[in-house]
């Protein structure tokens, strides 16, 4: 099965710092989803990425998938307090034989604190 | 985007008990997912439910213990059965909207905590 890694575990920034997560697969990844989760809450779409090489920005948020797609990093820019919450990258399971994707898989999650 | 409902947002059930849970969507879609977040842990599928079929169940997850329904296409609902403290978790349904971008969203959980 596909597994992901998240790095670090957990960051403690200083508000107005930059910062940056990572998310590694054993496999290729298909499909790569961003999200952010405040405690006991729902999780928040953030981004979502498929193509080797593939940057997208929401706000002061950046997210990368590298050209092999086996990793994908997200990036905040000048972090606020607002940021603060747990991050948690997902993947796509490989495509079926008739084709279908499912996602399946979640990372084990980056807890961010910003202290203001 | 969805906009995902769940209902109840939070309960405290005694062992041996059921709960059923329920999610509603503002749109019709065709991939609903059941997820359960233990205690500091991520995310783990339970179960992926489409209409009109059967759900899906991963491994380790049993359709005796986690019944679903799939009535139509905005609705979903999922039933934890005969509750231990181990079931005790955030449980949460996700929709997959069909598109070009096939984003996946989240409703906002039921944490459920059995005593």
């Known amino acids: 099965s596909q597994e992901l890694e998240q790095s670090p575990q957990s960051l403690i920034v200083q508000e107005g710092k930059n910062l940056t997560i990572n998310c590694t697969s054993s496999?290729?990844?298909?499909?790569l989803y961003w999200y952010k989760q405040k405690y006991g809450e729902g999780l928040i779409f953030l981004m979502m990425?498929?193509?080797?090489?593939e940057e997208k920005s929401h706000e002061k948020i950046t997210a990368k998938l590298d050209e092999k797609k086996q990793q994908s990093s997200l990036h905040i820019t000048a972090s606020q307090p607002s940021h603060a919450g747990i991050y948690l990258c997902?993947?796509?399971?490989?495509?079926?034989?008739?084709?279908?994707?499912?996602?399946?898989?979640f990372g084990t999650g980056t807890k961010l604190q910003v202290i203001p | 985007s969805a906009v995902i409902s769940q209902k109840p947002s939070r309960d405290i059930c005694q062992r041996g008990t059921s709960l059923t849970i329920q999610c509603q969507v503002d749109?019709?879609?065709?991939?609903m997912f059941w997820y359960r977040q233990q205690p500091g842990q991520s995310l783990t599928l339970i179960a992926t439910?489409?209409?009109?079929?059967?759900?899906?169940?991963e491994s380790g997850f049993v359709i005796d213990k986690f019944p679903i329904s799939r009535p139509n296409l905005t609705f979903s609902t999922l039933t934890v059965s005969n509750m231990s403290p181990e079931d005790s978790s955030i449980y949460l349904c996700?929709?997959?909207?069909?598109?070009?971008?096939?984003?996946?969203?989240f409703g906002p959980g039921t944490r459920l905590t059995v005593t």
């Open positions: 997902g993947a796509d399971r490989p495509p079926s034989p008739s084709g279908g994707y499912q996602k399946v898989t």
């Open positions: 496999k290729t990844l298909y499909g």
């Open positions: 990425l498929q193509k080797g090489g």
């Open positions: 439910a489409n209409q009109g079929s059967e759900a899906t169940y």
């Open positions: 749109s019709q879609v065709t991939m």
């Open positions: 996700s929709v997959e909207l069909a598109g070009s971008s096939y984003e996946q969203y």
